[in-house]
């Protein structure tokens, strides 16, 4: 893999609602393998519609997005199997327990389960949540939910990695082994956007 290979394309992109309110205009990026990207912008700027579009939830008005060279407007499957995605909000996966969130998530994205409990317990080690394995997320602290979260995003092998605020509530000393792991995510290849 080139360090300059285009993961994901994005061109001209519109997204116009049906009441007529112009969310993303004229959106054209291109995010290179290893690269870790930082999306900003006030509140009702267009943010989060463009996440849900490159993310294949959300059809655009107009302009076209690719990744790995598949259109992902044609195939949102494509999008689905290849991205890991880390929502800003909770999910509702409250009665599941910390290492169950993680192992699940890498199955579902076709992760065998021998390597998916394996990759579970690395994540555990490595955000420092082993005394949280078993806690169930309804009862864990914001902290350790935003953890838990993040590692269900990395639990399988994704080209890209959308990160919404990956970091909110997470406490200073977990937050370091948090970055140190994207960090780690970007040298190996993978194109994370924050």
Not at 85 to 101: A, K, Y
Not at 112 to 137: C, H, M, Q, S, Y
Not at 144 to 153: E, P, S, T
């Amino acid at each position: 893999m080139q360090a300059s290979e285009t993961v994901l394309d994005i061109r001209n992109l519109e997204k116009r609602y049906r009441n007529g309110t112009l969310a993303n205009a004229g959106i054209s990026l291109q995010l290179v393998a290893g690269g870790i990207f930082g999306l900003l912008g006030p509140n009702g700027a267009g943010k989060t519609t463009l996440v849900r579009q490159v993310l294949g939830m959300l059809k655009p008005t107009a302009g076209s997005i690719t990744l790995d060279g598949v259109d992902i407007v044609a195939d949102p499957g494509h999008a689905r199997r290849n991205i890991g995605f880390l929502p800003q909000g909770q999910f509702d996966l409250q009665s599941l327990r910390v290492h169950e969130v993680i192992e699940y998530n890498a199955r579902l994205r076709g992760v065998e389960p021998a390597k998916a409990k394996a990759r579970a317990n690395e994540l555990i080690e490595r955000l420092d949540l082993v005394p949280f394995r078993t806690t169930g997320l309804h009862a864990a602290s914001g902290g350790v939910r935003r953890l838990a979260g993040f590692a269900a995003a990395i639990s399988a092998p994704a080209r890209l990695l959308v990160l919404d605020e990956p970091t909110n509530d997470v406490d200073p000393i977990r937050r370091q082994l948090l970055w140190n792991l994207i960090g780690e995510m970007g040298e190996a290849g993978a194109t994370v956007l924050l």
